[in-house]
Each structure stands twice: as structure tokens, then as C-alpha cells.
């Protein structure tokens, strides 16, 4: 694990426990209160976190991006505290998270106990004092929420964005696209994402390019044999098997 500062405001901790791709956890520092993006694997990925937030008299608020095993299992690390998502991956949550923790076991660190979050929201809430809005951004799964710093002026999407390809867990590409295009209104300075870091508007255009050609069955050349998978795996999704 690797402990970066990003920003003024930002450190991320970036974890290599699973093979393919690294995931980020973000801890969002402000005047009254600190904001954990995502919890990652259980509560013995959480003891940094827990390390950090020693001494600081702030409240702490977490965000689960989404309903995905990856960014959930340390919720039980913050029983105590506020852990904010989207109503659907609530929902989501609790019907899956006894199969994903089955599925994906060798990944436990420490315990991964069901902890849902404990304050949903359907479009969007506000925390103005500290300038961090937190809104429904469906695509990579229709539960998906970004986090926007207004002081900042970072974006951080989850695993709507991903290089060097995304994951589409969701039918519905035309919402997906239309999160993308959202995002560009916030004009954001830097773009931070579940498993990739320090992202751009361009590849936001890309990202909407290539959702576009999979919707259109286009035929993309990639550069290496995880991209093709992955992109079968979407274009299955999309259109069934090839
Ligand atoms: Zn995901």
C-alpha cells in the first residue's frame, strides 16, 4: 500500500492485493470534517485509515462509490461514523453482499462483515461548509455516485472512468454517456477514479468514444489481449455473446 498526497486537501491510499488492477482510497481532508472514498477490502486495509484520522477532531464521513466488493468491505471499520451511497446500492448491497464475499473471498483482509451504508440519497446531497457535493452518477453500475470538490476543483468518479479500459457492468450506455458529458460540465482541474489516478477530460471523451463504438458494434483495435478481454466481456454484456 502507497500513501500519496494528491492535493492540497487529498492524500490516496493505493492498494496492489488484487492481481490485475490497483484500487484507490481517497481521505478528503476538511475544515470540520474528513470524507473516506470507498473502504476497500476489510478492516485490515482500513488500519492506515484508522492511523491517519488518529488525534483529529473532525467528523468523519464516508462515501461508497458503488455496490462492488472492492470499495465496500471496510465499511465495518466505520460503524460508528456516517457512510453515505446512492439508495440503489444500498439495496444493492444487501442482496449481494453475502455472494460477492463468497465469490471473492481470497481477497478478505481482516473481516469484511455486511455493514450497509446508513444514509442514501437520490440525487444528490451537499455539504456547502466544506464545498464537497456528492451526486448520482450512473454508468459502471446503475448505483454510482461521483464526488466533487469545489475548492479543489477534483472529481472523483469511481469506477465510471478507468484506464486503460472500463468495466461496463450496466445495459444502459446512453445514461452512462450522459454522466460522462456531466462530468465535463464541471469543468474539474483533476479527475480521480477508483483504480487509476490523475485522469483528463480527454479521456472522458474517450471513454464516451468507446462507449459509443460498443453500442455500435464498431470494430476497436486495443493494444493488448486484457483490453480485448475486458472488452468482450462489455460488448457480452451489451449485445450477448460474440
Ligand atoms: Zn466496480
Known amino acids: ?33 474528513i470524507f473516506i472514498i470507498d473502504t476497500f477490502c476489510g478492516t485490515d486495509s482500513m488500519i492506515p485509515i484508522k492511523k491517519a484520522l488518529e488525534g483529529k477532531d473532525k467528523e468523519v464521513i464516508v462515501v461508497n462509490t458503488h455496490f462492488h466488493w ?37 481477497y478478505i483482509l481482516g473481516n469484511a462483515e455486511k455493514y450497509l451504508p446508513n444514509l442514501t440519497f437520490d440525487t444528490s446531497i451537499n455539504f456547502h461548509d466544506e464545498r464537497i457535493e456528492i451526486f448520482y452518477s450512473p454508468g459502471h453500475t446503475i448505483d454510482s455516485i461521483s464526488i466533487f470538490d469545489h ?23 446512453e445514461t452512462y454517456i450522459k454522466t460522462l458529458k456531466k462530468y465535463l460540465d464541471y469543468k474539474p482541474k483533476k479527475i480521480m477514479a477508483g483504480h487509476t489516478l490523475n485522469l483528463t477530460e480527454d479521456n472522458i471523451n474517450q471513454t464516451i468514444k468507446y462507449l459509443n463504438d460498443l453500442k455500435n458494434r464498431c470494430k476497436i483495435e486495443f493494444e493488448d489481449e486484457y483490453m480485448r478481454k475486458i472488452h468482450a466481456e462489455n460488448y457480452n454484456l451489451i449485445h450477448g455473446n460474440i
Open 70 to 106: 472492492d470499495h465496500v468491505w471496510g465499511n465495518c471499520s466505520f460503524k460508528e461514523n456516517m457512510i453515505i451511497s446512492h439508495e440503489k446500492c444500498r439495496e444493492l448491497l444487501d442482496k449481494h453482499w453475502d455472494e460477492q464475499l463468497k465469490k471473492n473471498e481470497k
Open 151 to 173: 475548492d479543489e476543483k477534483i472529481l472523483y468518479t469511481g469506477d465510471n472512468l478507468e484506464k486503460p479500459i472500463i468495466y461496463v457492468e450496466d445495459k444502459d450506455i
Open 1 to 33: 500500500m502507497e500513501n500519496i498526497k494528491i492535493s492540497e486537501n487529498c492524500n490516496v491510499l493505493i492498494y496492489d492485493n488484487i492481481e490485475s488492477y490497483t484500487t484507490n482510497v481517497f481521505l478528503i481532508e476538511k475544515k470540520s470534517k
